[in-house]
């Protein structure tokens, strides 16, 4: 099992840019893909992007296409979402997580379940 903490979340007004980051302990960082999912009150948590183990292969959700990058720095164990161009739709709470299996990806496959750990989340509120 791999702990997670996110962190970066805040209020930001529309088009303003936000970086969350991930840090996690417990396991072998660098053999899970890293995913970021995010969920606005009344709808289902969502994938909003992914990242392979070594970093070589990424995916996003068509909406966050272009603004949104995602990346990971295996040496501190953590994943970062730098989110630009910012706009009301995008407020949610954002959650980090981590692969169940090792060495494994799935991109624009991936669902919630193929997560095993979860981070407890940290709030975007984008306003207009």
């Known amino acids: 099992q791999v702990q997670l903490v996110e962190s970066g979340g805040g209020l930001v007004q529309a088009g303003g840019s936000l970086r969350l980051s991930c840090a996690a302990s417990?396991?072998?960082?660098?053999?899970?893909?890293m995913g970021w999912f995010r969920q606005a009150p009344g709808k289902e948590r969502e994938v909003v992007s992914a990242?392979?183990?070594?970093?070589?292969?990424?995916y996003y959700t068509e909406s966050v296409k272009g603004r949104f990058t995602i990346s990971r720095d295996n040496l501190k164990n953590t994943v970062y979402l730098q989110m630009n161009s910012l706009k009301p739709e995008d407020t949610a709470l954002y959650y980090c997580?981590?692969?169940?299996?090792?060495?494994?990806?799935?991109?624009?496959?991936?669902?919630?379940?193929?997560?095993?750990?979860w981070g407890q989340g940290t709030q975007v509120t984008v306003s207009s």
């Open positions: 997580a981590a692969d169940g299996v090792p060495l494994n990806y799935r991109g624009s496959d991936y669902v919630a379940g193929d997560f095993g750990s």
């Open positions: 417990g396991r072998t960082f660098g053999n899970y893909a």
């Open positions: 990242i392979s183990w070594a970093g070589a292969y990424t």
